[in-house]
């Protein structure tokens, strides 16, 4: 079965508003990574974390690890039109290389 | 660098023919990976090679096969296209497997028709 989950798959902002959307594991997952691929472009890596209750930062963007390292968000502050994609989480827990299937962001100006 | 590459990145084919994507990257990585994208099912692995001279079954194999065919090169082959392989085929690598960042190359769009 499929090692993490995300959903919805699609979400509509404003922009401006904020955006936060989850990856969702039922077993204690080794590392996340993050990627985000824009329209007709190939998935680009964003992050990695490893440690339990990890957060970071990458400007408007917060990611976090779960406390018991089964779930990680993804926040995005005060979106804007660059933000436009599809943002895919990824685990190589238990030696299953694996993506979610991803949520397209799509934001109103 | 041109990071990594494929070829080609349209091609239209009849159901039974074969054909080979290729795949190359420059980063002196040890893993490379083909996956394969469709509406609504995200990024599926078909296979990988977590270093040079191994290659291992992903998620979906079926249909395909590869070859590891140095450090720097990994194609993938359809020996018989079905409908049921279009789709969008990435090509990707990494330092090593599954803990490191992978790097994507800008894909295969492959319609069987």
């Not at chain 1, 077993?27 to 680009?44: A, D, E, F, M």
């Not at chain 1, 039109?81 to 949520?103: H, P, Q, R």
């Not at chain 2, 041109?2 to 074969?18: C, D, E, I």
């Not at chain 2, 083909?34 to 001279?53: C, K, T």
Request: net charge positive; glycine share 10%; hydrophobic share 30%.
């Amino acid at each position: 079965g499929q090692q993490v989950m995300q959903i919805p798959q699609y979400q509509h902002v404003q922009e401006g508003e904020d955006f936060t959307t989850y990856c969702n594991s039922s077993t204690t997952l080794s590392n996340i990574q993050w990627y985000k691929q824009r329209p007709g472009g190939h998935p680009v890596f964003l992050i990695q974390l490893v440690k339990s209750g990890e957060v970071k930062k990458q400007k408007r963007l917060t990611f976090q690890f779960g406390e018991a390292k089964k779930n990680s968000s993804l926040h995005i502050t005060a979106t804007q039109t660059t933000d436009v994609g599809t943002y895919f989480c990824f685990t190589g827990a238990n030696s299953k290389l694996t993506f979610g299937k991803g949520i397209t962001l799509s934001v109103r100006p | 660098n041109a990071g990594v590459t494929q070829t080609p990145k349209f091609q239209v084919l009849k159901t039974g023919q074969s054909m080979t994507l290729q795949c190359a990257q420059d980063m002196n990585h040890n893993s490379m990976y083909w996956y394969r994208q469709d509406p609504g099912m995200g990024l599926r692995l078909i296979y990988y090679s977590a270093s040079e001279g191994t290659t291992d079954k992903g998620e979906v194999p079926n249909g395909y096969n590869v070859s590891r065919l140095n450090k720097r090169e990994f194609s993938l082959r359809l020996e018989s296209a079905a409908p049921s392989q279009t789709s969008v085929y990435f090509c990707a690598s990494s330092v090593g497997r599954s803990t490191y960042e992978q790097y994507f190359g800008p894909g295969t769009r492959l319609t069987v028709t």
